[in-house]
């Protein structure tokens, strides 16, 4: 019964907090909405998401037990207290229930969590444990998770030994909870109520409740639903006189509020109020609390120094609750309208309380820190088997039953194989840069990024960025993911590594003067990344002019795309300022079943959006179909060589976009357009017409940002490769790249890449080898519209980045363009053979660019007119983010610079509003496309 204990890192570390909870009743919302307060409080910055167990466990689920649980209480106690009894006294009959609900709720959770990428998750809900649970058990869940027990008295049902943390809000409670679940981790808190419920001025509280503070404020609350014999303690306590003001509290029970305002009572003695919003100054108000099931209400009465008195409480939990508060002194119980009356008569000739409110203010411990160190403590020397992350310590980093002892982990006696750690399935579309994997082409992406001298001066150092890390990673579940085989007919799977050193993941070099350490930078990009540990490294080339560095930074592209690397690194680069501790935002963001933001449209508008992506999936499979394959070209001739060579460019950003308002595109069209000028120039003779390009789009808002995982789509274009005006070729490329967008193909490349994930993984591996190759494929381009604000590492400053892509088979050029501030970063990575083509494709990107201004400023009046139906507001198109929707407006004519595409939410929570625009994309007068274009 001890709490975990853990490092916390000396920095308040901006998270990503999934909150598993319920809507049944208010106390699990209530709880959350404490917990979601705390987060804010002590990790400034941090995103909090919110799932609905009972939502995502399937349509009409939640209508179901919210309708069984009131009937329940309601009208058959006896059965409730039966079931609940049952959970007691058999413990088949519980584990059964327990395993029941925990793979149906924990199967349904599962695609939530990977759509978030929590990096920690608590939950305030027993169906959301048991899938939590479940999936510890199953799939290897590796983030920390806790479950607060809003319950005074928990049952079995509220407690697991899988997760790391079972936080109950009493040492009353600690040995119920030990009993209703045998091993589990306990821990203690104080009630999780919002801060705002703590003791107050009564007079001034009952004054701003429009209450008579002459008078003793009885409030009598039985949580959301009223149950319980509410109208009897109310008729026996109005029955009591002048001295006492009879406040109801009847929730969302309406009809309970009609039947308690036709009471023939005297005028002010009674006052009927539905839902309350401010709860904590009723309660500050109140002499007397008079409740029946001791959950949410009560608690916040505890906060709040007010007396309580259960009155014939509830079945069940409600009975429980009611024995243990009062066997703890925190409560008095009545059964009788005469004992009611008793008691409270008895507590009213008391004096009032006189509590001084706290001067500093600060937030009740919840034991947040002790459950987000849970999973992240160092358990053994960077040389350990844990760190390692071989076979002897995967107890220790990835599987929680061995780490406990399990003998069916650990083997059985007599030197029997220990079971396989449980591990989280790969997505199909992770396992599929996994598999095209060859000896000659590394999967992986990555930036490289420049960084300026420190204010004293002083490049930043190695020791610098390996301590930063330390500080961080706790918080980074990506960069704690390690594969592990889960057999040859399965996909492999992450475990969550407990502890990673950095110093193993982070290389130094200093180079010479006059070296500005590309030759580094290329071997770096050259070698594979090591699977044994989790696949990410970095190097930092130090010595250059000017206590300038470069960092690059690399990942296996099955941990993520490009945006996914953008947000791996915002978690990693600081504001120039401190983060403001802002208050947690009123709303919440409530994610559906994939982890996205749930809709908030009717059942018609919905099936209405389905059919047309049907329609648009069935389009794109049958574009995708007639494809063909790309041309030959020398540029995907037979290269057997890992030998990289990688170069960056910048272009002003007032450049670029100025062209692009020019021409009435986007900047991701123009860049493409600048880019197929390039590549014709650069190409060997004889010169194809046409090249084909994979480019990475999204159709999806994609809110949830995660900082792990492949979410995006790809279209494949015909690139022109023959001379012609620059705004010919980019009004070409801007009808092509919006004709392939409304064609569907993004949908339909997302399907199937789900779709082959279903097969063994043999056969995945095989179909994704022969569709991710020069057969189907010429080049690889990519624009990533996440952009870095001003940022610090180290306390050195960004001044470029860029974007690295991965290579395919027989693809032996990737180029990507990131903006960056007041720059348009330019990374272009080759097979080492065809350096010379990358030189020229550099150099032409640049003269085609000053080619078009010119012309711009030679003929301003000579762009292109916008065709009929390129707005992206077609029907049947979902605006991959508000940027969108903000160019769609400045193309109507709305005059303001809407904010440009963004990357869907930062990793550290100020995802948008704290980051500022991301871009200026959304000022171009033309529309972009449907689906912005995203790296994949």
């Not at 939990?317 to 004992?339: K, S, V």
């Not at 930063?468 to 492999?492: E, K, Q």
Request: proline share 9%; net charge positive.
């Amino acid at each position: 019964m001890n709490t975990p204990a853990g490092p916390e890192p000396a920095e308040p570390v901006a998270r990503r907090v999934l909150v598993v909870s319920a809507d049944i009743g208010g106390g699990h919302d209530a709880t959350g909405r404490a917990l979601e307060e705390r987060v804010h409080a002590i990790w400034p910055g941090s995103r909090v998401g919110w799932v609905d167990t009972l939502e995502v466990m399937g349509p009409g689920v939640g209508r179901g037990f919210r309708r069984t649980y009131v009937t329940n209480v309601a009208v058959t106690p006896w059965l409730y207290e039966f079931f609940w009894a049952s959970l007691w006294r058999h413990r088949w009959f519980a584990a059964t229930a327990k395993w029941f609900t925990g793979s149906w709720a924990g199967r349904r959770l599962g695609p939530v969590i990977e759509g978030f990428d929590p990096d920690l998750i608590v939950s305030t809900y027993p169906l959301g444990s048991a899938g939590l649970a479940w999936l510890r058990r199953h799939r290897g869940l590796g983030v920390p998770v806790g479950a607060w027990i809003s319950d005074f008295a928990p049952h079995p049902f509220w407690v697991y030994p899988e997760l790391d943390l079972n936080v109950v809000v009493h040492p009353a409670a600690l040995p119920v909870a030990a009993v209703a679940a045998e091993g589990s981790s306990l821990g203690v808190c104080a009630p999780p109520v919002l801060d705002s419920f703590r003791p107050g001025d009564r007079v001034a509280a009952a004054r701003r409740c429009d209450l008579d503070p002459d008078r003793a404020a009885v409030v009598v609350a039985c949580g959301s639903y009223g149950f319980g014999a509410v109208e009897e303690a109310i008729r026996a306590l109005v029955g009591i006189g002048d001295p006492i003001q009879v406040v109801a509290v009847c929730g969302r029970n309406d009809r309970l509020a009609a039947r308690l305002a036709a009471l023939d009572v005297p005028p002010g003695r009674l006052l009927v109020r539905g839902w309350v919003d401010d709860m904590p100054t009723l309660l500050q108000a109140a002499r007397l609390l008079v409740t029946n099931a001791g959950g949410a209400t009560a608690l916040e009465a505890l906060a709040t120094g007010t007396p309580i008195v259960m009155y014939r409480p509830i079945a069940a939990h409600g009975t429980a609750n009611a024995a243990l508060m009062a066997a703890a002194g925190l409560a008095e119980t009545a059964h009788t309208p005469q004992a009611l009356v008793a008691g409270v008569r008895s507590r009213l000739a008391l004096p009032a309380r006189t509590v001084e409110v706290p001067p500093d203010g600060r937030l009740p411990d919840l034991g947040l820190p002790a459950v987000a160190a849970a999973r992240t403590s160092r358990v053994g020397a960077p040389g350990d088997a844990a760190a390692r992350g071989d076979a002897a310590g995967d107890a220790a980093a990835g599987d929680d039953a061995s780490a406990r002892g399990d003998a069916r982990t650990r083997g059985r006696a007599g030197g029997a194989p220990r079971r396989r750690p449980a591990s989280w399935p790969l997505r199909a579309q992770d396992a599929f840069f996994l598999h095209v994997q060859t000896p000659t082409e590394p999967q992986q992406i990555g930036t490289v990024m420049e960084l300026g001298a420190r204010p004293d001066g002083q490049p930043v150092t190695r020791a610098e960025v390996t301590a930063l890390l330390a500080r961080r990673l706790p918080a980074i579940t990506t960069l704690r993911r390690r594969l592990v085989d889960r057999g040859r007919w399965r996909r492999p799977g992450w475990v969550i590594d407990r502890y990673v050193d950095p110093a193993a993941h982070v290389d130094e070099i200093h180079v010479a003067p006059g070296d500005d350490g590309g030759a580094a930078v290329d071997r770096f990009w050259s070698e594979p990344l090591p699977t044994d540990r989790p696949p990410w490294r970095m190097l930092l080339v130090g010595g250059l002019p000017d206590g300038r560095t470069r960092l690059a930074v690399k990942l296996h592209h099955c941990l993520g795309d490009g945006l996914s690397v953008i947000a791996v690194l915002r978690r990693l680069l600081d504001a120039p300022e401190p983060p403001r501790r802002e208050a947690p935002a009123g709303g919440r963001t409530l994610l559906g079943r994939r982890g996205a933001p749930a809709p908030e449209r009717g059942g018609l508008d919905q099936a209405r959006e389905t059919a047309r992506q049907l329609g648009r999936t069935v389009r794109g499979l049958a574009r995708l179909a007639t494809q063909g394959t790309a041309p030959r070209t020398p540029l995907n001739r037979r290269l057997d060589s890992s030998r990289r060579r990688l170069l960056t460019a910048s272009l002003p950003a007032a450049d670029v976009l100025r062209a692009a308002r020019s021409c009435q595109a986007h900047p991701s069209e123009l860049m493409l357009a600048l880019t197929a000028a390039a590549l014709g120039a650069a190409h060997p003779a004889p010169v194809p017409e046409r090249l084909r390009v994979m480019f990475a789009v999204s159709r999806d808002a994609r809110r949830r940002a995660p900082t792990q995982g492949n979410w995006t789509g790809a279209v494949t274009l015909d690139l022109p490769m023959g001379a012609g005006p620059p705004r010919d070729r980019v009004a070409a490329v801007r009808r092509s790249l919006r004709d392939a967008l409304r064609s569907g193909e993004p949908e339909a490349a997302n399907l199937v890449m789900r779709a082959m994930g279903v097969l063994p993984a043999p056969l995945h591996a095989a179909m994704a080898r022969r569709v991710y190759t020069s057969r189907r494929l010429n080049v690889i381009v990519s624009y990533v519209p996440a952009t870095f604000p001003p940022r610090v590492l180290s306390g050195a400053p960004l001044r470029a980045a860029a974007p690295v892509v991965g290579l395919a088979d027989g693809v032996h050029i990737g180029i990507g363009i990131l903006r960056l501030g007041g720059s348009f970063g330019l990374g272009v990575l080759l097979t080492g053979a065809l350096a010379d083509v990358g030189d020229t494709v550099v150099a032409q990107v640049r003269a085609n660019l000053a080619a078009l201004l010119a012309e711009i400023d030679a003929h301003p009046e000579g762009g292109p007119q916008p065709e009929a139906g390129s707005t992206p507001a077609t029907a049947g198109s979902t605006p991959a983010t508000a940027g969108s929707a903000g160019a769609v407006r400045a193309a109507a004519g709305a005059g303001s610079r809407a904010r440009g595409p963004r990357d869907g939410g930062g990793p550290d929570g100020a995802d948008r509003a704290a980051d500022g625009p991301a871009t200026d994309d959304a000022a171009v007068p033309g529309a972009p496309p449907p689906g912005v274009p995203r790296c994949a």
